[in-house]
């Protein structure tokens, strides 16, 4: 199985901030993975598919690039929206897999 | 409106059964393949089961292998998952998801205590 290691586990940031989370796989997934932003309560909302391909109506402070087995999800000025937690999700195989997400709090 | 609902979560025994199910509207429901993600309190996301767009092809996380099983029912726009051998592990919310994950239900709350 591929396992997904997501860094850091916790984030301290203020607004304005430039954020940046790592998830690696344990093998190549070329680009199918998936970022997704997920608040308290709530359903996750997928922001990133292939990597780098930016959802309808996410804001273009949200990006992704990376293939292979490095992947990054950056946040360029953080908004008071963007405190929430965030999942990389590989989907190279038909059994899927999660990072173990990314809390962003305030600083 | 596109949208899934879940429902036929609450509390059930250990070594019970609950079968889920996801109602899809607003899309063509058949053209999809269709999955269950789970969320323990307080933990993070993790994949349970995937369909294809014809029921054809099942696919699950090993945890749930032999206990669980994923269908569908396309002429109704539906998506169920069959939970048997319940245990305290499986407490979560359940989610099912469209394709990779562009579109989520609500969820639904499971929770197997005795």
């Known amino acids: 199985d591929i396992q997904m290691t997501q860094s850091p586990s916790t984030l301290s940031a203020s607004v304005g901030d430039r954020v940046t989370i790592t998830c690696r796989a344990s093998q190549s997934i070329s680009d199918w993975l998936a970022w997704y932003q997920q608040k308290p309560g709530k359903a996750p909302n997928l922001l990133i598919s292939?990597?780098?391909t930016l959802e309808s109506g996410v804001p273009s402070r949200f990006s992704g690039s990376g293939s292979g087995t490095e992947f990054t999800l950056t946040i360029s000025g953080l908004q008071p929206d963007d405190f929430a937690t965030y999942y990389c999700q590989q989907y190279n195989s038909y059994s899927w897999t999660f990072g173990q997400g990314t809390k962003v709090e305030i600083k | 409106e596109v949208q899934l609902v879940e429902s036929g979560g609450g509390l059930v025994q250990p070594g019970g059964s609950l079968r889920l199910s996801c109602a899809a509207s607003?899309?063509?429901?058949?053209?999809?393949?269709m999955s269950w993600v789970r969320q323990a309190p307080g933990k993070g996301l993790e994949w349970v089961a995937n369909i294809k767009k014809d029921g054809s092809e099942k696919y699950y996380v090993d945890s749930v292998k032999g206990r669980f099983t994923v269908s569908r029912d396309n002429a109704k726009n539906s998506l169920h998952l069959q939970m048997n051998s319940l245990r305290a592990e499986d407490t979560a919310e359940y989610y099912c998801?469209?394709?990779?994950?562009?579109?989520w239900g609500q969820g639904i709350l499971v929770v197997v205590s005795s």
């Open positions: 292939k990597a780098s």
């Open positions: 998801a469209r394709d990779i994950g562009d579109l």
């Open positions: 607003g899309f063509t429901f058949s053209t999809y393949w």
